[in-house]
């Protein structure tokens, strides 16, 4: 369930795995993958009525340009170790091929530049959020040829001409989205998901957590602990909004 690798820029380090890929990579259930490839062919998921305003809010909230420097200069404040700079771009995309309420995510290294300006692309996916069996969940997708949709961030309009043979369903765990006060909040089941140590080779129980706020995706992923507890402030990779699309 290791997320496939990414076409790069030349000088990526390929063993490095970015903080959107290794824990969206993991946000695909099988039963949601399923359901959500038959609903192309015979629209087998569907919006319940009550699931409406929040479907309405992840559309609201997801799509902009984040970075993380204001927690990187957190931890120069208080003498932590920094964190990776790191920028974040969500758009909300027209691919009915995939859905409709489909997301490109783009992953970059450093600060929000200007639509345009070189940039060291991490991670390019596809993100299709519905309802499946009465729960907010989200299927990840790479894709196939991802220099082709490298301008995709600047250009949406690319993405019209999307097809399902254009990307490739990522397997792994069930991420289902909850909605709190203030914030949406997504888990996976760690029992249930497994992937490869970047470290050991071995397979471990990986848990996911992901915190959005109108203004603030928070992220944290990592091998599952004994007890089940909530991440601590320090393992999340905290994206705060710096600019619309």
């Known amino acids: 369930m290791t997320a496939a690798a990414l076409e790069a820029d030349v000088g990526r380090d390929r063993s490095r795995r970015s903080v959107w890929e290794t824990s969206l990579a993991a946000t695909v259930c099988l039963a949601a993958a399923a359901c959500l490839a038959a609903a192309l062919a015979a629209g087998c998921a569907s919006e319940s009525p009550h699931r409406d305003a929040e479907l309405a809010q992840i559309d609201e ?20 170790p920094l964190h990776e700079a790191l920028a974040l771009t969500v758009l909300s995309v027209d691919a009915l091929q995939m859905g409709h309420h489909v997301f490109y995510v783009e992953e970059t290294a450093g600060r929000v530049e200007s639509p345009g300006a070189p940039r060291l692309v991490l991670a390019q996916h596809l993100a299709s959020i519905d309802v499946v069996n009465g729960k907010i969940v989200a299927a990840l997708y790479s894709f196939t040829d991802p220099r082709r949709w490298r301008e995709g961030a600047a250009s949406p309009e690319l993405f019209s001409s999307l097809q399902p043979q254009d990307v490739k369903l990522m397997r792994g765990c069930g991420l289902a989205w909850t909605a709190e006060p203030g914030r949406l909040v997504a888990v996976n089941d760690p029992n249930l998901c497994r992937t490869t140590s970047p470290l050991t080779g071995g397979v471990e129980s990986m848990r996911i957590r992901v915190e959005v706020k109108r203004d603030e995706i928070a992220v944290s992923a990592g091998p599952a602990e004994a007890g089940g507890s909530n991440p601590a402030a320090e393992d999340y990779t905290r994206f705060r909004r710096s600019g619309g699309l």
């Open 61 to 80: 909230w997801l799509p902009g340009r984040y970075d993380n420097q204001e927690q990187i200069a957190a931890d120069r404040r208080a003498g932590r």
